[in-house]
């Protein structure tokens, strides 16, 4: 890489983060946790879990901006060149394919709404879905070079909808009607934190491939303070109050009774368009490399990749979308746990690491993931990443003292 590449500042970082944070899941995390969080509780889930997330985006970063190592390279000296190849492919092919269904389950429940408030014609959620799925994967194929256009009409669009919404509610509901609501049922403010980090978690992942730009570590690490926390917790609680002043968690619906329902879904609509485009190339791009193929096959990767999401979209994955975030945050946490261990814990000076498979690091992420599977109380959310970090240390350092003992 020529060294005046190396140059990003902060700020410009920051946007970037900025940018894929402001989207219509952000406010889904908020209206769904507070279905089972008091007000109160949300937010500070939501403050603590984003802000373990910045720390471990901080942490990964100084590495990278130090070697300039990529997602994939990073987590090689952890997981073995093909290992890491494996264990982070994977994790973001699905991870995003997952996005990629629940983001396509809203614009089709959007056109539906529309359908039929304007028109009165009855277009059932999955065949929407599925319309408007087509319409994002022939775009990420074909099209993936426009999308700046439409970016530049849709994150004006949604910033707008999203101060309206914020003003009519408060014209006609109290901040003491927030304070005051209490869910029929209730989670541990533990668990809370656990999916709050769930939700951006990923973003833990592929944060080297954007932070490795950055013109030193202090705009590394400012770039993701500044980027994330601003953008992710504000959403949030504006989903979480848009929820409780209008009685529901279901987006399309809040937004639909705001009033201007047609311009509000079509504002919907597209901003999941550009998000999901982003999605869907990110996931057949994974595949591909996962798959070692050629870069031709890119396209016929995505294509496959997106049948896979709309078939998610039509059996709708929204309606699991906390467990969504649960299987994001139990495969996740334990990989960045596992990398961290590496560079910090056992402070290793290794670029790379030549072999196939590094079984200290994929034992380790095993055993974190399945330690937040079988745990029964609630720690279970966050013990995955010290469990992980903990095991891949002694794995490292026990033989290491045993050879400097012979």
Known sequence: MEENQRNAKWFSLASIWFGGIVSVPSLLIGSSLITILPFKSTLVAGLVGF???????????????????????????????????????????????????????????????????????????????IFW????????????????????????????????????????????????????????????????????????????????????????????????LPSALPLMALGAILAITRGTYD????????????????????????????NIYSSGLAFNTLLNLPEKSRARTTLIAGSVGLLLAAIGIINYFMGFISFLTVTVTPIVGVIVSHYYLGRSTDTANDKSFNWKGIVSWLIGVLSMLLITNDTKYIIGILVSSVLFFLFTRIPDKMKSNN
């Open 133 to 228: 799925g087509v319409i994002m994967i022939m775009t990420a194929v074909f099209g993936f070079k426009y999308l700046k256009w439409l970016n530049y009409v849709a994150v004006p669009a949604i910033m707008a909808l999203l101060l309206y919404a914020a003003i009519i509610t408060f014209q006609s509901h109290g901040l003491q009607e927030v304070l005051d609501y209490r869910p029929e049922e209730s989670i541990s403010i533990i668990q809370g934190i656990g999916l709050a980090i769930g939700f951006i978690s990923v973003t833990i992942v592929i944060s080297p491939d954007y932070n490795r730009f950055a013109a030193s570590k202090k705009d590394a690490v400012l770039g993701s303070l500044m980027g994330i």
């Open 251 to 278: 987006v399309v619906e809040i937004f639909s009774s705001l009033g201007f329902p047609l311009f509000a879904m079509m504002i919907l609509i597209l901003a999941t368009w550009t998000s999901n485009v982003v």
């Open 51 to 129: 802000s373990i997330v910045v720390v471990l985006m901080a942490l990964i970063s100084m590495v990278a901006v130090d070697r300039q190592f990529n997602s994939v390279q990073i987590s090689e000296g952890s997981f073995g060149q093909l290992g890491s190849k494996l264990i982070v492919g994977i994790v973001i092919a699905v991870s995003t394919l997952g996005w990629f269904g629940v983001q396509t389950n809203i614009a089709g429940d959007s056109f539906s709404k529309i359908m039929m408030e304007s028109f009165g014609i009855h277009l059932v959620s999955w065949v929407s879905s």
